[in-house]
């Protein structure tokens, strides 16, 4: 005896991003705003001057990747209880990756999903983490590993809030606006390779082509089945990078940029890219003061750790490598001897 | 300046519940059945005669209504990460509405989600929580607050299992098929009037109608924006009565029984329903012994409980009243007069 449980559907997660100053809105719902200490004091009563609700509640979480865990997400989760937050209720992530991935985690698992808004205020939120749905929090295993596909209502990028960013941070965000045009689009790369981000309207322009290309990679596959999974090109060395240094030395972006010279030597070796495109990247990423070095003191070691990573199948690991600049090939037959042989001298330089 | 993100895409999540002895299978990855000890002492060697695996794990969790919570999801997931499952592998929950309804969960939250399959052991959840992809956990806030939507790829329901299952539990089972039937089907209902469900095939036709019946609503209505939420029939008083008994004095097809008890004397305060309808249902549930009568010591106190439940709004809760028998109206404009009538009424019986 069977029954088929009919599930086929159209299912429509499309959203609006916004690249200007906020509008001013008003919610004829409960609102909570998720955000931290520093991002409050610096930004909360200019996004107060744009955003009203039925009852408006803000929530700080402390600051910090080591502070993207489960506790967090409880203490956002317990207020939202407390204050009888129901299915119709909103919140709205105000501030970084962070902020973005827990409060995200948190919406799609308050009563089995409630909706949420993206207002990203550092470069590399607004350009990355706001585009395709991606939630999630860390614990002792590693990043990222507990979360869920739940896409935003909408996604607010006021530049306003760039003007207090840290130049690391600033740079850190230029790092994934890289790994986006190495592997999508090579125009974008050459645009980049003479741009002037401190031109606000050459900066507006930049996070546009950057999120169009996202979007257009999210649209095609949502929830990485396929193509999506290019956009971890250097996030497979990266996560190892992070993990060696316990999240405290590099900034995510940082940690991305020293994955990608990885990446690119890998594709050297396998006859992928040239030299010369690889140290284009290279000077690229140099020209915003991104690393792109780092000392592997055990290849063996950096190597075991890439099965932690979520990414890979059961006996294999894969990577993203470059083809040229502006295309990319998703592989996971790399010889373990001929990754090794990139760990082992990338150090040595 | 605005980018659009174009995420509107037919979604496949079908699936098949197999009413059946199960089938040996093997599966090719890591799978892992999560289970309780009371299960795995019953019927653990019986599923091993039918499944294998590449790698196979068995995770217990401790058995019961109050162990529904955050330890024993956290128990799950630190026990795949320990054995590096990854996005391919496989989760098997084996036990009732609880095991299910975490296993579900922990499979939808690690690394963003994995596929598991339900083999339900108890009446219970082979007739209502395998179907619908509701998962979830409780809270010291309430019940099933923290959750998600997530499909199991497939449903195993062996009759085998009933065989060790308690008189109690089986008319716990039963109170969840009568509600079905009597908000959505008449036939089914005036069947299961006159049906002997000792009789094994007549159980495994039951079992099979009131699968179907719950498919077709959940079909229509996947994530409960509309008809779906009639299924929650019962639930909205029989959810304060698990509230004020603390989950330990009543199964929870049990507190349903009396939820629905409740649920008919307002329909018949309103004209929905007629008093020898309200009775037919009555005798139903008691042909089950199933409870039909509570002891309300303080409506207003019992009428705020409402609040804590998910399915309420802002400012309203919602009701699900049957429309005579085979029908059903769900509505948030119920009086609160007219409420407290009939819980004041309710505990003098």
């Known amino acids: 005896m069977q029954v088929n449980i009919a599930l086929k559907q159209v299912v429509d997660n499309s959203y609006d991003i916004a690249i200007d100053t906020i509008k001013p809105i008003h919610f004829d719902t409960k609102v ?12 909360l009563s200019y996004l107060l001057s744009k955003i009203t609700a039925k009852e408006l509640y803000i929530i700080t979480v402390p600051d910090g990747e080591e502070y993207k865990n489960q506790d967090s997400v409880n203490l956002i989760l317990e ?4 204050h009888k937050f129901n299915r119709k209720s909103m919140l709205i992530a105000f501030g970084g990756g962070v902020i973005g991935d827990m409060t995200g985690f948190a919406a799609s698992i308050y009563q089995r999903g409630i909706k949420f808004i993206q207002i990203p205020t550092t470069l590399l939120s607004q350009v990355d983490a706001s585009v395709g749905g991606k939630t999630g929090m860390n614990n002792s295993y590693g990043k990222n590993l507990i979360g869920a596909f739940h896409q935003p209502k909408s996604v607010l990028i006021d530049p306003h809030f760039l003007t207090t960013l840290p130049a690391r941070e600033f740079s850190a965000g230029v790092a994934e606006i890289i790994k986006m045009a190495v592997t999508f689009n090579k125009e974008f790369f050459e645009f980049l390779e003479s741009a002037d981000l401190s031109d606000a309207a050459v900066l507006q322009d930049v996070i546009k082509q950057a999120v169009q290309t996202k979007a257009s990679v999210v649209a095609k596959d949502e929830k990485e089945q396929g193509i999506r999974a290019a956009l971890n090109y250097g996030h497979t060395f990266g996560h190892v990078v992070e993990n060696e240094t316990k999240y405290k030395k590099y900034l995510h972006g940082e940690a991305v940029a020293i994955g990608m010279v990885l990446a690119n030597e890998t594709a050297v070796k396998m006859g992928l890219m040239s030299t010369y495109e690889a140290l284009r990247v ?3 990423l140099q020209k915003y003061s991104l690393p792109v070095s780092y000392e592997i003191s055990n290849s063996d070691s950096f190597y075991e750790t890439f099965f932690l990573d979520k990414k890979s199948s059961d006996s294999s690991i894969t990577f993203i490598l470059p083809v040229g600049i502006g295309d990319v090939k998703i592989t996971d037959s790399c010889d373990k001897s001929l990754i090794l042989s990139v760990l082992d001298t990338f150090g040595a330089k």
Do not use: C, D, E
Not at 32 to 43: D, E, S
């Open 282 to 284: 290279k000077n690229l």
């Open 32 to 43: 909570a705003i998720v955000t931290n200490p520093k991002v409050a004091g610096l930004h």
């Open 79 to 82: 207020s939202l209880f407390n």
